[in-house]
């Protein structure tokens, strides 16, 4: 995700990354620019207005379809906004959760209990990036070190990693309460944080295999394509030569809002303005390293 200072105008303005619509949507601004000076020249070339008096009413047309492309392209954005949102919502929960698991496993075995203290502070943040990589369907390239995690090297790659992660951190928490080393209170205390971990990974995984429906993306698509190729015909008359760049421009701006909400609503991606999860996943590891290191 880019870090940057929403207050830095100038920089936002004229600073170009690849990540920016103008770069993206360029040979689609180039198209449409050279046919607005196609419609323009042939018009005001070979057209005479009076003897074509209905080209008067398509600004009409889209004087009226203009409310109806707005609202569909807020809705549009906004429904994609809370998918990027409520995935950052989770991922602050896993952070929280990871860290409220290690407070109290650090409370409630003794300081000399190496082994069960090193097994959670190399299992709880390892949940955080086998859940990255499950998101992003990278399993397969997970690195476990056998030799630091030699109880993970029974791992079935091909099935649910982030499930088998939990379940582990499940099955220490029982034989703990079995061997005595925590209280059956205790025991109670901690399962919130231990069923959280599948909650949250269910929420991401219903973010991400849940897509906007085809059909409503492919007519806004489709609305703002005819939309414009619709403009230049009623409005050459009026503004002339100029069409072309206001038409250019009203093109830029509406498809800019369709790829933006395209780029946000999968918030476990790689784009520039997904989720840093690498860098959460890697906090949790740091700070769960500061409570039972």
């Known amino acids: ?62 004087s009226l379809l203009g409310f109806a492309i707005s609202m569909l392209l807020v809705f549009r954005t906004n429904t994609a906004y809370d998918r990027w949102w409520e995935g950052r919502k989770q991922w602050g929960a896993l952070v929280n959760n990871s860290r409220n698991l290690a407070m109290k496993m650090n409370v409630m075995l003794d300081r000399g209990d190496t082994a069960n203290r090193d097994f959670f502070n190399k299992t709880i943040p390892l949940y955080a990036q086998v859940l990255k990589a499950h998101l992003q369907s990278d399993v397969t390239r997970l690195m476990l070190d ?67 429906p085809y059909s409503y993306s492919s007519f806004i698509k489709k609305f703002i394509f005819i939309y414009v190729l619709t403009l230049p015909i009623g409005y050459v008359f009026s503004m002339g030569y100029l069409v072309i ?17 395209e780029e946000i609503e999968d918030p476990f991606g790689n784009d520039d303005n997904d989720l840093p999860m690498q860098k959460i996943a890697e906090n949790i590891k740091k700070h769960i390293a500061e409570i039972l290191g």
């Open 146 to 212: 056998d030799a630091e995690h030699p109880e993970l090297g029974n791992l079935a790659l091909e099935k649910h990693i982030p499930n088998q992660i939990a379940g582990l951190l499940l099955e220490r928490a029982n034989n703990l309460y079995k061997q005595g080393l925590i209280t059956g209170d205790q025991y109670i205390i901690i399962n919130a944080e231990l069923q959280s971990f599948t909650d949250i990974c269910g929420a991401c995984e219903r973010i991400k295999n849940t897509p906007i």
């Open 245 to 261: 760049p206001v038409v250019t421009f009203v093109f830029y701006v509406l498809a800019s809002l369709e790829l933006v909400a």
């Open 1 to 62: 995700m880019l870090a940057y200072n929403p207050k830095d105008w100038f920089k936002i303005i004229f600073l170009m990354r690849k990540s920016d619509t103008a770069s993206r949507l360029m040979p689609l601004l180039i198209f449409v620019a050279v046919y607005s000076s196609v419609i323009a020249f042939v018009e005001i070339r070979f057209l005479n207005l009076s003897e074509h008096n209905w080209l008067k009413n398509i600004p009409l047309m889209h």
